[in-house]
């Protein structure tokens, strides 16, 4: 995996939850080099304000322009989150609704920097079923379609108490080559 460059995002109320267990047992076999891990539970982003049809965007500052220099410079994004309420974390939400603030500051050259990335999603949830697991992979899906990037997929790991996803022996196999290209 020469060159690749790995943004783990964590986005879960719990610190080292399951989605970050199996995200690790799944980031073991590369090198530790070719790997960010960003906390956006803890990376107080400020509130995303849509000002597209009022003000030109100014350059990302803060926590923002860290997050937007780290997304840039990977060459994959893994969005590690648990599945809250049928939809992704509000910290990878608010995330991807600043992706609207990058792509529309042109100097940044966001949306052209992204073209070609992979975007993975790993991700614990609780027995739910695929209809409703959908609503958290489809808008990241569809962000990787927009932005002429790969969606690379999505490792599902079936847990709910702490340290449950260890006994998703599937999960937990198939972490160890699901960055193999």
Do not use: C
């Amino acid at each position: 995996m020469p060159n690749r460059r790995f943004l783990f995002l964590t986005a879960s109320a719990r610190p080292n939850g399951n989605s970050v267990t199996l995200a690790r047992a799944a980031a073991a076999p590369l090198p530790a080099a070719s790997q960010v891990w960003l906390d956006l539970s803890t990376a107080n982003l400020p509130p995303f304000q849509d000002l597209r049809h009022d003000t030109d965007y100014g350059a990302p500052t803060g926590t923002a322009a860290t997050l937007a220099t780290a997304t840039m410079a990977a060459s994959d994004i893994v969005i590690v989150a648990p599945l809250y309420w049928y939809s992704l974390p509000a910290p990878a939400k608010l995330y991807l609704d600043h992706w609207s603030h990058w792509m529309r500051y042109v100097p940044l050259g966001f949306k052209p920097a992204m073209q070609g990335k992979r975007l993975w999603l790993v991700m614990a949830h609780a027995s739910s079923s695929p209809e409703e697991i959908a609503p958290a992979i489809t808008p990241l899906r569809l962000s990787a379609q927009y932005l002429d990037m790969t969606w690379a997929g999505a490792l599902l790991g079936d847990a709910n108490r702490p340290g449950e996803v260890t006994a998703d022996t599937t999960a937990m196999a198939r972490a160890k080559t699901f960055f193999q290209p």
